[in-house]
């Protein structure tokens, strides 16, 4: 998974949560109004209780304590739950994402750990392939020496035979040679 791959999925659930979020924008804006207005009219002071009668929620007329408002306040209320509630999950789902982030950096930052182990395993391969190559080489070399001299030695070999033999045959009539002049000397050679 490449770095573009993971953020790209990351910022796709961003978006998707900020949407979620951003749905009761509305509900929660107002709430917070309600609420200034609530709290505004409780710290108005006792002696001017005209001033709280006038106090109007969301551009309506009747005062804080009519039926209307109370229903108001508790449909704003269980809205703010609500709100909460989805708070509570979106939180999760923050903490859920960044997990995943932690998670997707590490298994990024091994990858490329692995990587860079995987060209350093190729470059020992295509080094060893290399000595392998000159080592075939060289014995092939060695071979080929290993013939010329087995044919050299045979060469000899042959020369040695054939030089034997004329010695020999040499020696021989030398000795037949010395063989009849002992013959003849015998026989009363010079007499």
Same mark, same amino acid.
């Given at each position: ?45 006792p002696s001017a209780p005209a001033a709280a009668g006038s106090q ?13 408002? !109370? @229903?108001?306040?508790?449909? %704003? $209320?269980? &809205? ?9 999950? *979106?939180? #999760? /789902? ?55 001299? !087995? @044919?050299?030695?045979?060469? %000899? $070999?042959? &020369? ?9 045959? *040499?020696? #021989? /009539? ?18």
């Amino acid at each position: 998974m490449s770095t573009t791959a993971w953020s790209s999925i990351f910022l796709k659930e961003l978006e998707t949560r900020d949407r979620r979020e951003k749905a009761y924008d509305d509900i929660i804006s107002a709430y917070g109004a309600l609420s200034r207005q609530l709290q505004e009219a409780q710290a108005t002071p006792p002696s001017a209780p005209a001033a709280a009668g006038s106090q109007t929620l969301g551009g309506s007329t009747p005062s804080i304590t009519s039926p209307t408002n !109370t @229903d108001d306040i508790t449909r %704003l $209320r269980a &809205d703010f739950a609500l709100a909460q509630q989805q708070h509570g999950v *979106l939180t #999760a /789902e923050v903490r859920s994402l960044k997990k995943q982030l932690l998670t997707l950096s590490k298994a990024e930052t091994e990858r490329v750990r692995l990587k860079a182990r995987v060209e350093e395993l190729e470059k020992e391969v295509i080094a060893k392939e290399r000595d392998r190559q000159l080592a075939a080489d060289e014995q092939l070399a060695q071979e080929y020496q290993v013939n010329m001299m !087995t @044919d050299r030695l045979l060469e %000899l $070999r042959t &020369d040695n035979q054939e030089l034997v033999e004329r010695w020999m045959k *040499l020696k #021989a /009539e030398e000795a037949e040679k010395m063989n009849r002049a002992m013959e003849w000397e015998e026989r009363g050679g010079l007499r």
